[in-house]
Every structure is written in structure tokens, then in C-alpha cells.
């Protein structure tokens, strides 16, 4: 049984799982590896062009939450011409949801805050046509120069590339139509690309970052516009990086949530764990865990300022 095999690679992962997602599908997807899947980059070429040249070699299947989103059957995508020229970026289809919930348009302000490699930067700037300003910022160097290469390779002139820590942000009060906090987090979503992520997996480091995700989306926060849009994501499922971090931003600030309305299967966010009970208000936010779309797990909550 794969709940077993998990339980001998880390034990307390999976006692700490009975409590949030006991089934034996979630087990059966937690283990079965990751569908492919690309974005079409429409800044060089429209989506029905890439589609008819790929679908001679490939099948494919619309991702239902992205319109440039693709899932991709069959060997040898990235070697294909497309994926050399920057037409197609390979990325997860889940990891597509936060740029499509930013409510994007031309010529806005905005703030990237963790951002390498790259993957939702250049969708970001895909959605603003080129236009306005993307700060694209990651706070390690070794990160930087994917990111660097991604945001030339697609073509996106509208991004500036910054080496900070995120919080350094928080004292441009008011600044970014929009910011994306896409945080750091214990990876859980990635274990069915990588068993090192079951294994790497510490409580304790849940919590440490739980504190960082914490002090990132409160710095996020007053680096927003009144009126403005911030996206915060995670590709864990774990409550302290999810539910806990939106409920502490609720109770610090008056940040409201949007309800996330896409084509999605999701699960119920978490009202309630290990005794600390979130503020209703969380079950706006988007859970998804892998038997939902057949995707990696995915955390995703969409903050307006008044
Ligand atoms: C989930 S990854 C971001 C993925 C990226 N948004 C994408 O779509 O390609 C999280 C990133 O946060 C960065 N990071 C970690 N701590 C940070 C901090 N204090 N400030 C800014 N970025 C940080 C990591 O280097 C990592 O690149």
C-alpha cells in the first residue's frame, strides 16, 4: 500500500497527513507521476499556431483554468523547436492559477516577490501585453540567473530583475496595483515530481516557515495599493503555510478575501488544526490537493485592500 511506503520514508509526515487527507486516492496521486504541461507564450505567437504544429507530434489537452495552458502527452516536448524558441514554457498546471486570478490588464505596477525561476513572472508579463512594470525579485543569487534567462528567453521587456529579501519590500507602502507572493514553502505538492521532497519534509520546518510565509505576505500587504490585488500561493498543502499564514494576515490587517471562481475541482480549506481554529473567511481560498485535477497539490488565496 502506498500510504505504507510513504510511512517508511517519513513517518511523521504521514502522521501528520491522517489528519489532513487520509484517502487512498490522495496516496495513489501523491504517487503517480506528474502529467506535463506548457504555457503558451503569446507574447511571440498565438495559441492556435502552437497548438496545430505541436498536436502533428503530440496529443494534447486543454488545462480547463488557463487558456494558454496545455497538458502534453507523449515524449519529447522540450526538444522540440517551440520549447528552444520561448513559444511553450513548460510549467505545472496548478502553478498557472495565481497570474490567472491577478486580474491583469496593461500598463499596471507589480510586485513578484519570490520569483525565480520564472515561471509565473513571465506569465505575469504575458497577461500585461509587455506593458507597465513587473518587479521580478528573488532573494537568492544562485535563483537569479534562471530567472534572468527565463524573462529574456520569453520575451519580456517589461521586467526588472531585484536581488532582496521580500520583506524589504514592505516599506514601499501603497506602491503595486498587484503583488504576487508565490512563498517558499516545504514543497509538498512536489512530491510526486521528486520522492527528496517526502523525504526532505520536517514539522519543524513547517513552522519556520510558516513564520517567514508570514512576515512575507504582511510586507506584500502594505506594499499594496489601496484598492489592489495580492495573490499569495504555495505548492504545500501543510495548514500552518496555507489557512494559518491568510488567517494571521486577516487578524493583522483589514485585508479582504475573494472568493476564487475557476473551472477547479478543489478540497475544503481548513477551518481548524492541532487546536488553532482560522477565521471562516479562509474557505474562500483554493485547496487543491492532487486526486482533485491530477495535479501537483496547490494552495492558492486572492487578498483585495479596501
Ligand atoms: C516557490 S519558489 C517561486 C517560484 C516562482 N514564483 C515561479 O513561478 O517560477 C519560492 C522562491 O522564494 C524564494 N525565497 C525564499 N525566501 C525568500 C525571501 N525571504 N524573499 C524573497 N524570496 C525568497 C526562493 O529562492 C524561491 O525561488
Known amino acids: ?13 504521514v502522521e501528520k497527513y491522517e489528519k489532513i487527507d487520509d484517502s487512498k486516492e490522495f496516496y495513489e496521486f501523491m504517487a503517480k507521476p506528474i502529467r506535463q504541461s506548457f504555457r503558451v507564450n503569446t507574447l511571440k505567437i498565438d495559441v492556435k ?10 496529443e494534447l489537452e486543454r488545462v480547463p483554468w488557463c487558456k494558454e495552458g496545455f497538458f502534453v502527452y507523449g515524449e519529447g516536448i522540450t526538444k522540440t523547436p517551440e520549447f528552444a524558441l520561448g513559444l511553450i514554457f513548460m510549467q505545472e498546471a496548478s502553478s498557472m492559477i495565481p497570474p490567472v486570478v491577478m486580474d ?38 544562485s535563483r ?9 528567453k520569453y520575451g ?3 521586467v526588472v530583475v531585484t536581488e532582496k529579501d521580500g520583506r ?48 512575507l505576505i504582511l510586507a506584500a500587504y502594505k506594499a499594496l495599493k489601496p484598492k489592489g490585488v495580492l495573490v499569495y500561493s504555495t505548492c504545500t498543502l501543510d495548514p500552518e503555510e496555507n489557512e494559518e499564514v491568510i488567517d494571521y494576515l486577516l487578524y493583522n490587517t483589514d485585508a479582504k478575501l ?7 475541482k478543489s478540497t475544503e480549506p481548513i477551518l481548524e488544526f492541532n487546536g488553532k481554529r482560522y477565521s471562516e473567511e479562509v474557505k474562500k481560498c483554493l ?7 491530477d495535479t501537483e497539490g496547490f494552495f492558492v488565496a486572492k487578498v483585495v485592500k479596501p
Open 144 to 152: 537569479l540567473n534562471i530567472l534572468i534567462s527565463n524573462v529574456q
Open 49 to 58: 499556431s502552437v497548438v496545430e504544429r505541436l498536436s502533428e507530434e503530440f
Open 104 to 141: 491583469l490588464k496593461e500598463n499596471l505596477f507589480v510586485l513578484d516577490m519570490a520569483a525565480a525561476p520564472g515561471a509565473k513572472t513571465t506569465q505575469i508579463s504575458q497577461y500585461m501585453n509587455n506593458t507597465g512594470c513587473v518587479i521580478a525579485n528573488d532573494v537568492k543569487y
Open 287 to 293: 485547496r487543491i490537493h492532487p486526486q482533485d485535477n
Open 1 to 13: 500500500m502506498i500510504k505504507e511506503q510513504f510511512r517508511e520514508i517519513n513517518r511523521k509526515f
Open 156 to 158: 519580456c521587456i517589461n
Open 258 to 264: 475573494e472568493k476564487i471562481k475557476l473551472p477547479v
Open 168 to 215: 524589504y519590500f514592505g516599506r514601499f507602502r501603497d506602491t503595486f496595483d498587484r503583488v504576487l507572493l508565490d512563498a517558499p514553502c516545504s514543497n509538498v505538492g512536489m512530491i510526486r515530481k521528486n520522492y527528496k521532497y517526502l523525504k526532505l519534509w520536517r514539522q519543524m520546518e513547517v513552522e519556520a516557515l510558516s513564520r517567514l510565509q508570514k512576515s
